[in-house]
């Protein structure tokens, strides 16, 4: 059954949103005409995106990489600014909704973000003034004495550029110089205070921290991005970080054809911090590191099996993106494979095949297993099935109704079996709608404990067996291997991956049309991660952006 | 890596840099000592500090915090502990028997505890019935007091947080400006700071200590910090002509703590107790006992020893201490409760009621040392906790009975209750009298009315929410 199916035959808690408005099925190449007035036609594409904010706010981590990429000064971000909200609620149902630290709309400027950032400006204005050779290099001068007014403009106008992805404007960078003389000219100060001046000034601008999309106007409420606009949008869906010079260099030029802009996103692609970036993407997606294991020795074994598995499905050789939900082996320590009970163990880390127990991929894993645990290990189907269906299935599951406990979970008694109490709770009226939805998919991986363990029988209840049958899109299934072979081979997972990867590159809603593009070129691609990519930054409507109050 | 961080000066500091109470000079005061010289009143300080626990675990009526004596001298409890260790018994009243309503009364909640409940008592307001879940539809009591008050000091109010993790629900809320097509009143969870060498950098970092000649590298740096600030402000009014209504709003908000920061960078403060004094607190937050288990110890101790000198240097009056950020202390981890979900599912759910207790404990201790640091500081014709009304909140009490117009969520969880709660408030500020047990049962008064009280003690004529009426009894007659 397709996900659209299964959004139809869906009742009570589950109501099938994504961001999708009408799906009117096709779009065109998007090849654009000009206008009369000589800008191109915007494509008509675009009439479906999103209206979206002109100054998202980059994420700490985008901070503080690009504070690494320009100045070589890490930790400042990081130290300084407090850490940007993962969950958000959308406006439309009560949800508490899992964001990527992208999403414009969880941010807002609270004392405590400003007065970190002028911390943060502060800090790395002091390091950075005091690197003189660093400081040399970027301006392409010397200072002659204790103050060179012309050393320091040469200065603001290539930080500038770094730091606010495009030139300054004659007026911007005299302000600067002026404001910075203040501080050269003083007999206590001198350059070094005049480069802190500049630093701290600039780190703190809403160019600097916001990331401007004003674009031109493009008519019907759509704003074309201009060419420093759009490497800078490039530059933080594929690398988290700002732009780099020989970017910047091209954005200084006419127009990006189509062939100039596939060529510069293919490069990009195969940058290493597009590898960095793919990893991020799945992390922040996934979650697996914030798995819930209080053995330090266990959780490092576990991110340690995880990660590595990620690495391998996108940067294997011969290895497809699914491969990190159907993998058949994993990367186990010999204490690990101990944990999960392995008939053999390795004597030294490495790559294991999976016996037969239904294990695959990452949902084997108990890292991911974990995340829906409690107190020992212990399992909660509901709270396990409502991950799945978020996380691999891009469903939206509603709070539950308010006088609902939820922290009570199911009642087992204590002469029952668990199976038997969540099927009877699913009977009740007011509990089938949305536990009718996420009971199949938990029940399914009920096999494996909190700790990724498995097991047949219910704990310290030897007269319940474990069935761990579960049903997702309307197939049966047992178990995290046939559960994967089910969504990858009904391109369920591969299409949430694709709609969170929109998400998260555009830091926001997404529309249907799009996903259905970058969904056909993923598969096209053979399930290339980084061709998914350069589809999603050469799609015809990467370039504009609607306006809000449209 | 190693960070070099900017200098900060020290002041009044003793043997091995701890931090002396001076006592104010005879001369600084009025001939009652009850003001300064100059006959301004000596400063009034609003505290809470919240509890994200309730009195009992799931399923449990008996609990180990209320006393069963009333009236002054009430038993010590094994949770109320801290208040006979750090002495301050006589300083705390203990206030039981109150009550908030699942019911859509002035200031009930609509049946969701968790979603609800807290707003409820933290704003006196019917909370939920407005189709808004898990958040308040008013100010915060805290930020009610900072309205009234906060113009006065140079930040009008702070927030801190125990568990450093960011994530989940504040408990202040702030009246802002949003933008839906049109402006409109909206409000919004606060940040709180939940790193204390941030925190501490924030009050002190500017601190110019009264008898300092004039530095001028000093003033450099701080003309540096306000010109930097200023451009940043520059730049965002002539990016806000280019932008649309709702980008325009979000920049007001942006520019407006930017302008803030520049005018508290301008003020250069001066303390005027004489018991104020840098508390030198580390550049850096303490390190993490084991993966994610923060030490919530080493962060109490920090925090309580900056909000002692926040007050007693008059940074602000207003300052909350949250305990956890997600609403029960969801993922909130301490060595004595080291369990993967935190203070929430495995502690108040699925613990023995012991635990809870120990766990309550804990939060009471942090409010026992705060109370004690206020008393440390000498001021007037005693110490600052004279010029305090110092509240502990907790987010439930317990539901003696599985009715649901009484508890939440359907009244089967005697854990998801606002009924029988306690809370404490400390100080003598506007006359309070400390150190009785009053026992409200029966009486079904809403935590509101404590927090008005303590509100009317710092000398704030205002009411929280839809609910009225003080504890007179808790008065100097």
Redesign the interface.
């Known amino acids: 059954m397709s996900l659209s199916v299964a959004v139809g035959l869906a009742t009570g808690c589950y109501d099938g949103a994504t961001e999708a408005e009408d799906a009117d099925g096709t779009g065109s190449d998007g090849g654009a005409e000009s206008g009369s007035d000589g800008e191109p036609d915007a494509p008509e594409e675009a009439e479906d995106l999103p209206a979206t904010?002109?100054?998202p706010r980059l994420s700490r981590r985008e901070i503080e990489q690009t504070i690494v990429a320009v100045f070589g000064i890490?930790?400042?971000a990081e130290?300084?600014l407090?850490?940007d909200?993962?969950?958000v609620?959308n406006p439309a149902n009560?949800a508490?909704e899992e964001a990527f630290d992208t999403i414009a709309t969880a941010k807002?400027?609270?004392?405590?973000?400003?007065?970190?950032l002028?911390?943060m400006?502060?800090?790395v204005a002091?390091?950075f003034s005091a690197d003189h050779e660093r400081v040399d290099e970027i301006a392409g001068c010397t200072p002659s004495g204790t103050w060179d007014p012309a050393c320091l403009q040469s200065l603001v106008e290539a930080l500038g550029l770094r730091l606010w992805r495009r030139p300054l404007t004659p007026e911007e960078t005299a302000?600067?110089v002026a404001?910075a003389t203040?501080?050269g000219e003083?007999e206590?100060?001198g350059q070094d205070?005049a480069v802190?001046?500049v630093v701290?000034?600039l780190l703190?601008?809403?160019?600097f921290v916001y990331q401007?999309e004003?674009g031109v106007d493009a008519g019907d409420g759509l704003r074309r991005l201009d060419n420093y606009e759009m490497v800078t949008r490039l530059a933080f869906s594929l690398w988290g970080t700002g732009p780099t010079p020989a970017l910047l260099a091209t954005a200084a030029g006419s127009d990006f054809d189509e062939a100039t802009l596939r060529t510069l996103a293919q490069e990009a692609a195969n940058d290493p911090l597009a590898d960095a970036q793919m990893q991020t993407f799945h992390q922040l997606w996934l979650r697996y590191d914030e798995l819930?294991?209080?053995d330090?020795e266990l959780?490092?074994d576990m991110l340690a099996e995880s990660d590595a598995l990620l690495g391998r499905a996108l940067f294997g050789d011969g290895s497809a993106w699914s491969s990190l939900l159907v993998a058949d082996e994993t990367f186990v320590t010999p204490a690990l494979a101990e944990h999960y009970g392995f008939a053999s163990t390795p004597s030294e880390p490495g790559w294991v095949a999976y016996e037969d127990d239904g294990r695959a991929g990452l949902l084997s894993h108990g890292s991911f297993l974990?995340l829906s645990?409690?107190?020992g290990g212990e399992t909660l189907p509901s709270r396990r099935g409502a991950m799945l269906a978020q996380r691999i299935l891009c469903q939206t599951i509603l709070?539950p109704p308010?006088?609902?406990?939820v922290?009570?979970g199911v009642e087992v008694g204590e002469d029952e079996c668990k199976a038997e109490a969540y099927a009877i709770h699913r009977e009740s009226g007011t509990c089938a709608g949305c536990h009718d939805q996420i009971d199949p998919l938990g029940m399914g991986f009920e096999r494996y404990d909190g700790l990724g363990r498995y097991r047949e029988l219910e704990p310290d209840k030897p007269g319940c067996g474990i069935d761990g049958e579960g049903t997702v899109a309307g197939a049966a299934f047992s178990g995290p291997r046939e559960f994967a072979a089910l969504v990858t081979d009904q391109g369920l997972a591969k299409r949430c991956g694709v709609t969170k990867l929109s998400r998260f590159a555009l830091r926001g809603p997404t529309e249907l049309n799009l996903i259905n593009r970058l969904d056909e070129a993923f598969e096209d691609s053979g399930e290339d991660f980084r061709a998914l990519m350069v589809a999603l930054v050469t799609d015809p409507t990467f370039r504009y952006r609607m306006?809000?109050?449209q | 890596m190693s960070i070099q961080r900017p200098g900060r000066r020290a002041f009044l500091r003793g043997a091995a840099g701890t931090v002396i109470g001076l006592p104010l000079l005879e001369s600084m005061l009025d001939g009652n000592g009850v003001a300064h010289a100059d006959g301004t009143a000596l400063p009034c300080r609003y505290f809470m500090s919240q509890c994200p626990t309730a009195l009992v675990t799931s399923g449990s009526t008996e609990e180990g915090l209320t006393p069963t004596q009333a009236g002054f001298d009430y038993d010590i409890t094994p949770v109320l502990q801290p208040l006979a260790d750090h002495a301050v018994q006589s300083d705390v009243s203990v206030i039981s028997g109150l009550f908030v309503a699942p019911l859509d009364v002035p200031g009930g909640y609509d049946v969701d505890y968790h979603g609800q409940a807290t707003y409820a008592i933290m704003t006196g307001l019917r909370s939920g019935f407005s189709g808004v879940n898990w958040r308040p539809q008013g100010l915060t009591a805290d930020q009610v007091v900072a309205n009234a008050v906060g113009a006065a000091t140079l930040h009008p109010y702070l927030y801190y947080q125990l568990d450093p993790q960011p994530e989940g629900h504040a408990i202040c809320y702030e009246e802002t400006t949003g933008f839906d097509g049109e402006p409109r009143v909206v409000y919004r969870g606060i940040t709180p700071q939940v790193s204390p060498s941030l925190a501490y950098r924030s009050l002190f970092m500017n601190f110019v200590p009264p008898d300092d000649e004039p530095d001028p590298q000093a003033e450099l740096e701080r003309r540096l910090r306000v010109s930097s600030l200023s451009y940043a402000g520059d730049q965002i009014t002539a990016l806000q002509a280019r932008l649309g209504a709702t980008d325009r709003q979000l920049l007001d908000e942006h520019l407006t703590r930017v302008r803030e920061l520049e005018m508290r960078l301008l003020a250069t403060p001066t303390p005027t107790g004489a018991g104020c004094a840098d508390p030198m607190l580390p550049d850096d937050d303490p390190p993490e006992l084991g993966p994610d288990l923060p030490d919530q110890d080493a962060r109490a101790d920090l925090f309580v020893d900056l909000i002692q000198m926040a007050f007693a240097c008059d940074m602000t009056r207003v300052l909350s201490l949250g305990g956890a950020s997600a609403l029960t202390g969801s993922g909130m981890r301490h060595e004595l409760w080291n369990k993967t979900g935190g203070l929430h599912g495995e502690v108040q759910h699925s613990a023995a009621q012991a635990e809870l207790d120990a766990a309550n404990r804990w939060f009471v201790d942090v409010y026992a040392r705060v109370i004690a640091s206020f008393a440390a500081v000498p001021e007037g014709a005693g110490s600052m906790l004279d010029n305090v009304a110092a509240m502990f909140v907790m987010e439930g009490g317990k539901g003696l009975t599985p009715d649901p117009l009484r508890s939440g969520d359907g009244g089967g969880d005697s854990n998801h209750s606002v009924d029988n709660a306690v809370m404490l408030l400390a100080g003598r500020s506007g006359g309070l009298q400390s150190g009785q047990h009053l026992d409200l049962t029966g009486e079904d008064l809403h935590p509101a009315v404590v927090m008005n009280t303590a509100m009317r003690a710092v000398g704030v004529d205002e009411t929280l929410g839809e609910i009225s009426g003080t504890l007179d009894v808790l008065f100097d007659a």
């Open positions: 904010t002109a100054i890490s930790g400042a130290h300084y407090p850490e909200p993962r969950t609620i009560g508490m807002d400027p609270s004392v405590v973000f400003i007065e970190g002028e911390g400006a502060l800090q002091l390091e302000a600067l404001g203040e501080f003083d206590d100060g205070f802190r001046m701290q000034a703190q601008s809403p160019h401007t004003i819930l294991v209080t330090p959780a490092t974990s645990s409690t107190a709070p308010p006088d609902i406990d922290d009570a306006e809000q109050g």
